[in-house]
Structure formats: structure tokens, C-alpha cells
């Protein structure tokens, strides 16, 4: 039984390692600047 809760912890924390290394990747992976955006409720601005 503890080896299947060790297999478990394991697999939990690669998937938390892999999930936030996902979303660090895609965070960095965006341009700085100003986006703006032009759409059917108006025009939209945000900073990055």
C-alpha cells in the first residue's frame, strides 16, 4: 500500500512541476507592450 501512495505522490508532484512550468513558459512567451483589441462590445486596451 505505501508504495502505490509513493507512485501517487510522485505522479501528482511531476504533474504539478510540468503544469507550472506550462504556465511560466506561456507567461514569458508573451510580447510586452500594449495589446488592443477591436470587437463586437467595443475596443479593448491592456497593458502587458
Excluded at 6 to 23: C, H, S, T
Amino acid at each position: 500500500m505505501q508504495k502505490n501512495q509513493l507512485y501517487m505522490l510522485v505522479g501528482a508532484l511531476a504533474v504539478v512541476v510540468i503544469g507550472l512550468g506550462i504556465y511560466v513558459y506561456r507567461e514569458e512567451s508573451q510580447p510586452d507592450g500594449v495589446e488592443i483589441r477591436l470587437d463586437e462590445s467595443g475596443v479593448s486596451v491592456e497593458q502587458n
